[in-house]
Nanobody, 127 residues
Framework: QVQLVESGGGSVQTGGSLILSCAAS????????MGWLRQGSGKEREGGAA????????YYADSVKGRFTVSQDNAKNTLYLQMNSLKPEDTAMYYC????????????????????WGQGTQVTVSS
């Protein structure tokens, strides 16, 4: 049984940093794509950052490029999202997702056909 457990969310002020972690179990960590998607209140879910097939490729939404960095530690079966220079518009529930065989681009972002999802961790950025 695949389990994805996120941690590291919280409340920070504008300009602050957070590191999200996603511990995966029951899953071949280096297969296909894993990613972080987010959904703000009243907004549609959007892709934040994704990493595919052994870190050969990574994808970022335009809104987070240069501020967020996705990485994975295969030995620890953990996916990370380093978030710097946080803005109030980054406030959202952040979800770890795994097992996407396809990533497609949207206006300013991306989505994927992820098969597994975590429960989410809340990030709140205050001005």
């Amino acid at each position: 049984q695949v389990q994805l457990v996120e941690s590291g969310g919280g409340s920070v002020q504008t300009g602050g940093s957070l590191i999200l972690s996603c511990a995966a179990s029951g899953y071949n960590f280096s297969s296909n794509c894993m990613g972080w998607l987010r959904q703000g209140s009243g907004k549609e879910r959007e892709g934040g950052a994704a990493i595919c097939t052994g870190a050969d490729s990574s994808y970022y939404a335009d809104s987070v490029k240069g501020r967020f960095t996705v990485s994975q530690d295969n030995a620890k079966n953990t996916l990370y999202l380093q978030m710097n220079s946080l803005k109030p518009e980054d406030t959202a529930m952040y979800y770890c997702a795994a097992e996407a065989s396809r990533i497609w681009f949207t206006s300013g972002g991306w989505l994927g056909d992820f098969g597994y999802w975590g429960q989410g961790t809340q990030v709140t950025v205050s001005s």
